[in-house]
């Protein structure tokens, strides 16, 4: 069985930092990456990552701020990402999903088959 964890979210002040981690297990997968939803509004593109090229791509709205990151190695048949968040601000404040896939790097929703359940950011200003 597939299951997606994240953690790391909480709550920052403006200008701060934090960390998030995903880790996959239950099946090994190639591509990915983050996502993040507020309220009434559909699921943003954050980051995404290759496991086997390590090709990154970023949405236009954290690109120099965030950075993601993997392990280098499936230890037990566990993958792990990470997304490193700086200068963080209000508008950052969302619920963030790590997503996985076996086919090809997306950036859209659609494109990926597994989800974690979320993990709230909150960026007090």
């Known amino acids: 069985q597939v299951h997606l964890v994240e953690s790391g979210g909480g709550l920052v002040q403006a200008g701060d930092s934090l960390r998030l981690s995903c880790t996959a297990s239950?099946?090994?997968?190639?591509?990915m990456g983050w996502f993040r939803q507020v309220p009434g509004k559909e699921r943003e593109f954050v980051a995404a990552?290759?496991?086997?090229?390590?090709?990154?791509?970023?949405?236009?709205s954290v690109k120099g701020r965030f950075t993601i990151s993997r392990d280098n190695y499936r230890d037990n048949d566990k993958q792990t990402i990470y997304l490193q968040m700086k200068s963080l601000n209000p508008e950052d404040t969302a619920v963030y999903y790590c997503a996985a896939n076996m086919w090809a790097m997306g950036i859209l929703e659609s494109d990926y088959d597994y989800w974690g359940q979320g993990t709230q950011v909150t960026v007090s200003s």
């Open positions: 990552t290759s496991w086997g090229t390590g090709n990154i791509s970023y949405g236009d």
């Open positions: 239950g099946r090994a997968f190639s591509f």
